[in-house]
């Protein structure tokens, strides 16, 4: 294996068929409870009409974005980038809010909503495998994946196998990696032979999804400043205005009386 | 309600029954002394171990992480031919079948009626007793024939031929008929070997799939090549009545009329050889017969066979044209549960000619690598004794061409119950589940009810447990070492990853200790597993301490059995027989021939079985993990056939063979003809003592009717007709 | 010094039917949070993967934070402004924002995962997160109404008249923190969106959607002060100050009338007028939205004789918020559309509707109840509406 300095996974929906050995890898090496899991297929289910028919697969979970709007978006902080790609979620820090829920495009992150404060709910999603990965091993999904569907690189070496692959067999591939540049770029990168938006990813632009947030909260504090500063001067201007028409009018008052 | 286990430590259960364990014996756990002195684990007892699984007959090789003396995750073995450093949803899901909370693990003696589910835990001592003591009183009052047996391929399964054998019993029913029979039989027939491996290289560009639904059948290493020669480019026609995972990745789907795939393979031929597109120099060398296999398929032409199989002639056509065009870099593959129809040998026989006649041999197909290798050794034992009984199977007396080893398991099952040519008295199921795998479960359970003791030796309180006498618990395939197996030029080694959970034992030691009781212990000369083991490993040099601590070894010298040029096969006349004499002594015909497969009544429906990749046959439904990540069985109905029928997605119906009637719900699909239903295997169970499997889905084999291929003696699992009905 | 701590009630408030309503709503509430505390929020809501936000969210943080805007608008108005003439107006006006986040907060207790770690938020800060700045402000200003309040407390107690007059004296920087903490939390609950441009059907999701929320906030503000000064004005028997609020309706179309221009002016400018008939129920939503909350009150409140009756004050006020509260459920729950049904998932969690349950909403009921049955009791026992003390308030 190269040397990884972006972990990441590619995904050839071309290639999956559907067997679901990712997702009982994954709940056995993380020890995933019963009702949950971190991995989805989402059936694109068979499409057209008998006897035509077409049928897609694709299979996700966490995409480690280079810009991650779960991390963006928790209050405290309990998300973590790491340099070489994993995105990992502290539950010490978590307060349970589910607003990474909500911010994930990709709706990734889930919550312990069968849990109560004594058992303690938190939010459960891929954490890229560190105890394999960082051992030597794959991640437990991609290892067990039959058909190799799923794979495990560096970033670079995968855009550049997926690119390759596309080139080779253009009659078979959609001529697009996902993940490239979508929202800002992931770690999880996908092929396929029909359209994205079937398999049911967002169609997503190259900024990521948290820039305008994190621009609005860029300007929060200076705008905070700024509209303390001009409330301040209009109470000053208000209470000096006032002063000096209530000194007026008193003065009037005594010359009237005078 | 199921026991669900829905907490965070589902690994952890089982916990109980290591306590158990520890009160039970007294010695140190053995499986973890071994694995630290062969370096697997450290001194915590935390490291890998590698072994095979055995939630498929495919047997990958899997290395297992232990923590703390459990099985906490199993990954694929890269060294291993068939897996690849992959595992199928199945293989990844296999500790949850040693951890079933549903596990059986002590002996089970039966204390209330039949079918009622209540047993009494035993004793090894006493199970045995009983067992040994119910068999002896049988083959004393009946002779040893009144006991049959039955289990399907697994690692010890020589074991078991070697009791039976030993005891004296002909009847022995195998899973063969209700799965591969027809190709078996016909492999047999044309090449004289049970099924060549097929090659999957660079080159490969076509390939024809009938029936072969790989992409969800699956075995690891040969849904890896499919997949890859896909990627490739190589082209793939798919024939199936529905539109499977496999269909939707091949170039070409061809929804074939149930039961006529012979038509379309008698009209590959026919334009194949009509056209002089086969290899000339292959057929004269190395085959006999071709004269009258020209003039038997010159009637079967593409526009013969449209009507038929609901497929264009021009597609008939350029299929055979592309195919020759490929060829030899054309693969046409058997398939594997084959058995379909009455007419399926032909089929068979038409598919290993087709390969033949183009002369693929070498490049895409070869002698298959099989599992009997002359470099392992055995325990010595006397020559069985001579059986005189007639088989209650029909073999040969009725099936002619069919192996003895082989045999038609639902025809012994028929014979039981009408008692001809005569009374069976016992049962000893292993490994197996009859109840649910053979068709017509009704009269599965027929026959039980006429027998005076059934044991079953399993690891769950699987159907057939749930009706039986005794149970005995194996030590699952992560508990247990079975004898070696070759593959290729490696041996592998199935060896506890953890320690046999509660009373749980081996098939090596379970063997052994009922033929002791039964006087048979010269046919079990081995002191324990690891003797023998180092009995077979003998001749090889290879020494157990270095199998067991890679898991595999490579054999030192083997003999390449290509490596000779000229080519023979081990029929009759050394030649790939496309006309087999053999079949037209005993009154079939010679060359595959036209036969009409019978067809659903007005009204009704072709009834078909196939598998999804997160269960095996009968046996993992109560997986939890499998559970979880499975879709919920239905019926598989045609959009155009339910509005028709004024049926809905998800509606309760009534589906009524002439042996049963099912209750089930619907799934309103495109991906099916609109003259068939299909039904997921495996569901519907009776035993209560799998409670995560009961109460989910129907039972496909209570509405199966029993239809038996002639030739072959193949369960025609596709050959039930059905009605259907809002319930 | 003797304190003296007694207090005595100042209108009569009987154990009348509606205290018995309300005290039962928060009977249930409290049973229905229990359950939620021991058995998780799954085992009341409807809340899923796929909605992690459902009616709470909607109802008791959105809606609650923009109802309780009056308190900072009159704040602003008295002091910074230096209209005194509002005075009146002011303590109800801060009472009703100083019960209204505490409600907000009492949900969020029952909507957060870990309840007990709220205060997290005060020492694990993640600077990009709006979520969190939301968290502080409202934290912050609770703290600021309580000072704000606290001379209305105060004040009952003749030994402690002395604190509530240093408060008195010092509280304009109060009052600037104040207005510049709403301001930022009530526009960065739009902001809070921004971050869904993907899920946020593009009928409501724009960049300036903090604009957007901080002028609805306004008018929100003021539709409620006119509102609650008419209940308790029937409720408590008091005069109706209907020259005041005249003067508040009058700044209402202004207000509404900048926002209609904000809103269709960012939809042309982003493309987007295309949604405005296309979008099925969404179009459906929007317009009823812009109709019932911008454009009816827009009008209603330009014409002088409805701004100069009581009747037509309270109609008004109405009309627009029930336009705007729905205006806030759209953004938040009715236009987010999240992960589609398309989705395999595992049966157990294939739940892609919401449809929020009754202990859901007897939730939002039972907190809702609490702090009417509150500000019953702050005015019974406390000089909220006191004409003189008002008058002498801000000296
Ligand atoms: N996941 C999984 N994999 C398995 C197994 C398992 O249980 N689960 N079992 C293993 C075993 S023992 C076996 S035998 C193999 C079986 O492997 P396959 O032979 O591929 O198995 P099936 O799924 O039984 O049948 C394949 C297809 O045959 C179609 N069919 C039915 N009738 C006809 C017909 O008349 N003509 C044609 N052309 N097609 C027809 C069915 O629709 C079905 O899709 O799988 C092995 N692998
Ligand atoms: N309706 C229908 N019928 C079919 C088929 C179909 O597709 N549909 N397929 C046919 C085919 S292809 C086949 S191969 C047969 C298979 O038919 P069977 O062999 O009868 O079925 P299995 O479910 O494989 O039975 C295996 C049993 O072994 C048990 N077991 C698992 N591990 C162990 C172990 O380590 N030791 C012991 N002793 N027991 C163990 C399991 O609990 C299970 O009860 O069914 C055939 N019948
Ligand atoms: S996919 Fe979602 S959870 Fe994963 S890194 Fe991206 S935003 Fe975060
Ligand atoms: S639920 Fe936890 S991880 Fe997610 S945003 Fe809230 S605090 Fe952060
Ligand atoms: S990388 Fe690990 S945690 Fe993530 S989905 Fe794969 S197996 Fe699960
Ligand atoms: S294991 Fe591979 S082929 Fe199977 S579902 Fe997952 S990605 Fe697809
Ligand atoms: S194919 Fe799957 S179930 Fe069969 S042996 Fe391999 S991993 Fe195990
Ligand atoms: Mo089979």
Redesign the interface.
Known sequence: MTEIKHHAYLFDATRCIDCRACMVACSVENNIEMDKTRIWVSGVGIKGEYPDLQRGTMVYHCMHCNHPDCMSACPVGAYTKAEDGPVTYDPDLCIGCRYCMNACPFGVPHFDYDKGIIDGAFIDKCTFCPQRIYNGQEPACVQTCPTDALEYGDRDELLKKAHARIASRPDHYIDHVYGENENGGTSYLIISHIPFSELGLPNLPETPVNEVSEKVMEMTIPFALGWGAVLSGVAAGVNLYNKKKEKAESTAKVEEVK | MTK????????KLGGATSAALAVGSLLPPKVAQAAREAGHLNADGDGFISSMCEMCVWRCGLIAKIVDGRV?????NPDHPHSR?????R???G??NTYDPDRVLTPLIRVGKRGEGKFRKATWEEALDLVASKMTEIKNKYGAEAMVFSSTHNLSQPLFENLLYAFGSPNYGTQRSLCFNAMIVANLMTYGMEEPARIYDDKLKYILLTGRNL??A?S?SE??DL??A??R?AKVVYLDPR?T?T???ATE?L?IKPGNDLAFHLALLNVIIGEKLYNRTFVEKNTIGFDELKKEVSKYTPDWASPLTGIPAETITRIAHEFADATPHALAHNGWRTSNFVNSFHTQRAITILNAIMGNWGTTITTGAGEESGALGAPSQPPYPRISALRLDGVPWKYPVVPFKIGVFQEMRDNIVSGDPYEAHGWFISRQNPVMSLPDRGKTLKAFEKLDFIVTVDISLNDTAWFSDVVLPEASYLERYDPLVPIGDKVFLRQPVIEPQGEAKSALWIYKQLGERLGLGDFFQYADEDDYLRQQLEPTGISLEEIKSKGWVELKETSHAGESSELTWNTPSGKIELYSDTLAKVGFPGVPTWEEPPQPAEGQFYLLTGKV??STQFGTQNN???H??SD?PRLWI???TAANLGLADDDWVEVTSSVGMIHTRLQV??????DCLYMTPGYGHLSKGLTTAFGVGAADSAVHVTFTDPISGGQALSQTFVTIKKA | MKLNLTIQPRFRLNFSPLVWILLTLMGIAFVVAMIRYIYGIGAISDLSYSYPWGFWISFDLFTGVVISSGGFLMAGTVYILGIKEFQPLLRPSVLTAFLGYIMVTIALLVDLGHPERIWYMMIHWNGTSVLLEIGICVMSYLTVLAIEFAPVVLERFPALHKIAHLIHKFIMPFVILGVVLSTLHQSSLGSLLLIQPAKLHPLWWTPILPIMFFNSAISVGLAMIILESSLSSRYFQRGLETHLLEKLAKAIPVVLGIYLILKFGELAYAGDLGYLFTSGGFSILFWAEILIGIVTPLIWFSIKKNRQSANGLLTGAIILLVGMILNRFNVSWFGVVHPDPMFYMPTFMSNVKYIPTLPEVSISLGIFAAGILAFGLAAKYFPVFDEEHAHATGD
């Not at chain 2, 906490?72 to 694929?76: C, H, N, R, W």
């Not at chain 2, 450093?85 to 949803?89: D, E, F, I, M």
């Open positions: 669900t286990l829905s907490r965070r430590d589902f690994l906490v995750k199993l990954d694929g450093g992959n595992l199928c949803p293989g990844q899901s500790l949850m992409l969800e699956i690891t849904t890896h997949v890859m896909i990627d480019g539109y995972k269909a939707s990745k789907w929804p990749a997160q939890q993990l499998l979880k990540y919920d045609n959009a155009k699909t495109q991906a099916i003809r609109p």
